[in-house]
């Protein structure tokens, strides 16, 4: 089946961020994408000044228009993210629409960037948001999918979870940095492909030089063998990835790593 990352160039404008996110879903659809994802943060600037200010309920006017796009072109959406207000607190939230407009998933991101890298870098989301506590897995036709965003690429724990629960295609909605951008983006990617055998696909707002927070921008997809079988470059772009599940089973028989694990020895599991 036909992916489709869309790599939004975001302004601090929400109509006009909802509007042209939903032209390229229709663009994506119309040129044979099933499944669809759009950036994180995608109808907000990305910074903890502009979270509140930019912050719906779920369902609102943004994933309402998501719905709509997801039903009209009949395609599994996989949302970005979006600042959600909910109980006073702010979450960083991804939703998952079906064809038929019903959501599929919701998925709050569950480790905030916190980080400080003198002279270069330093971002704290938790000083506005919350984190979530769940993991996110939705079925479609094709596979089983599973959702992180950003940060949680970082997480090896939370990708061999999915793998266990059996996911084969692993969405992670993303706006690394022009520090981290370069030094772990693709790396991170193809860890998490080549550790679990799974398809992953990180999908990034289009770089703004003009902004507050500049994102690096290279949305891609790789395969489980750990290739990179797509890739943006910085500017606003959609790419396309035709996800081979006989591929992924091919490689999981030839080195069968899922099997040949210790359970006797170590394990990952969910916390209830």
Not at 50 to 65: L, N, V
Not at 210 to 226: D, I, K, L, R
Not at 227 to 239: N, Q
Request: proline fraction near 4%.
């Amino acid at each position: 089946f036909r992916l489709a990352l869309i790599q939004l160039h975001v302004s601090a404008v929400k109509a006009d961020n909802l509007q042209r996110a939903c032209g390229l879903v229709r663009k994506a659809s119309a040129n044979g994408a099933k499944l669809v994802a759009l950036p994180e943060c995608f109808n907000s600037p990305y910074g903890t000044q502009y979270f509140r200010e930019y912050a719906e309920k779920i369902p609102g006017e943004s994933t309402q228009k998501l719905s709509e796009v997801a039903k009209e072109c009949s395609i599994y959406l996989v949302g970005g993210s979006i600042p959600e207000e909910d109980g006073g607190k702010l979450y960083n939230t991804c939703t998952v629409f079906g064809p038929d407009g019903a959501v599929l998933a919701k998925h709050r991101k569950v480790h905030l960037f916190d980080i400080d890298i003198p002279g270069k870098i330093q971002f704290k989301e938790s000083e506005t948001l919350s984190a979530g506590n769940s993991f996110s897995v939705f079925d479609t036709p094709y596979c089983r999918v599973g959702l992180g965003i950003c940060y949680d690429i970082r997480f090896a724990e939370m990708a061999q979870i999915y793998g266990q629960e059996g996911c084969q295609l692993l969405i992670y909605p993303g706006a690394f940095n022009l520090t981290t951008g370069p030094a772990h983006w693709e790396l991170l990617q193809r860890g998490r492909a080549v550790d679990n055998q799974v398809y992953v696909a990180a999908v990034s707002p289009a770089r703004d030089e003009q902004a507050s927070y500049v994102a690096w921008g290279h949305s891609t997809v790789v395969n489980p063998w750990g290739e990179v079988i797509a890739r943006a470059g910085a500017e606003e772009t959609i790419v396309y990835a035709d996800i081979d599940l006989k591929k992924l089973a091919e490689i999981r028989q030839q080195i069968p790593i899922l099997s040949q694990k210790r359970g006797d020895l170590y394990g990952v599991e969910v916390k209830k």
